[in-house]
């Protein structure tokens, strides 16, 4: 049974840090595309960062760049989000996806609230 769960998410001020993690189950962990994505309320759903299995190449949604980090432990099944110097424009839910075409999986999501 395929499973991704996330956690790490919660309450910050802005400023602040999180960092997400993502342990995933039931499939090959090292084989598959792990991306972030988040959605807003009244949003889209939109891709934050994603990471590849092979080289662990990294992309970022432009609104991100330089201010979160994601990487991947494949000896632990987990991908990870360090969100830095976050924004109230960061608060939504935050997924995590793993992909290996034509195999996409999503995990129920962790909330992220950046509030004062």
């Known amino acids: 049974q395929v499973q991704l769960v996330e956690s790490g998410g919660g309450l910050v001020q802005p400023g602040g840090s999180l960092r997400l993690s993502c342990l995933a189950s039931?499939?090959?962990?090292?084989?598959?595309?792990m991306s972030w994505y988040r959605q807003a309320p009244g949003k889209e759903r939109e891709l934050v960062a994603r990471?590849?299995?092979?080289?662990?190449?990294?992309n970022y949604a432009n609104s991100v760049k330089g201010r979160f980090t994601i990487s991947r432990d494949n000896a632990k099944n987990t991908v990870y989000l360090q969100m830095n110097s976050l924004r109230p424009e960061d608060t939504a839910k935050y997924y995590c996806n793993a992909r290996f075409v034509p195999l996409d999986y999503w995990g129920q999501g962790t909330q992220v609230t950046v509030s004062s």
């Open positions: 990471i590849s299995p092979a080289d662990s190449s990294t």
């Open positions: 039931g499939f090959t962990f090292s084989n598959y595309v």
